[in-house]
């Protein structure tokens, strides 16, 4: 089967090895993701399979690693590669790619997100030391402060973060990160609740405020009312 691969691989168009890698690893992972390779079949033999794409079986090795530390592909000696069941055996980590072949996820991240941060929040009120909460007041007026929709969007995040790490929780600081790292894929398009900067800070202020008063159940209702507003205008901005 003839690729577009092939005319970078046969020198018409000289381009660093690490770019062809970079275009096979992207090839294969949505051959998996799309089922065209499926959960636990083998992959044709290496040089069938570099044929097949028009790679040599070196550029096939080195796509094939990254997708081994990706946790879609595995090997077994004398047997051979096949793809793994990433749903079952496979982690959070995993997400951001999932998030690119399909927005679909979308919605069920956005599910953990009001739940984790609910409850983030009310920890946050149990736990938040005082320099915590200096720095939550000093974090939302910033969103406030911010310029455009993308610097309130990254401003807002910081927030979280902070509430996080007010847990004293560091799990809860990880849930955090690989959340908002889940949706770095389309974050572009999710910007619809910062376009004003005083409404995005007015929107989170009542979860701060719970915080630093130490109100548990303020905190997650208010919580919980900030992430459902903001996730319906993200989805409807995404619909």
Known sequence: MAHPLSHWEDGVEALPRETIVDVLENRLREDI????????????????????????????????????????????????TRVRDYLRLGGADLLPMLVRHSPDWIGEIFEVRCSIGALIAERAAARATDRQRTELRTLLTAVGDAPDADAVQL??????????????????????????????PVRAALRAPFTDAQVARERLEPVVDAVVDGDEAGARRAAEGYLAATERIMLESLA
């Open 155 to 184: 401003a807002d995040i910081e927030v979280h973060r902070a509430l996080a790490r007010a847990t004293g929780n560091r799990v809860y600081v990880l849930l955090t990160n690989t959340l908002f790292n889940a949706y770095l």
């Open 33 to 80: 993701l799309s089922g065209r390779h499926p959960v636990g079949a083998y992959l044709p033999p290496e040089r069938t399979l570099a044929d097949g794409y028009s790679v040599t079986r070196t550029t096939l090795k080195h796509a094939f690693g990254r997708l081994m530390q990706a946790g879609l592909l595995e090997t077994r000696h004398g047997v051979g």
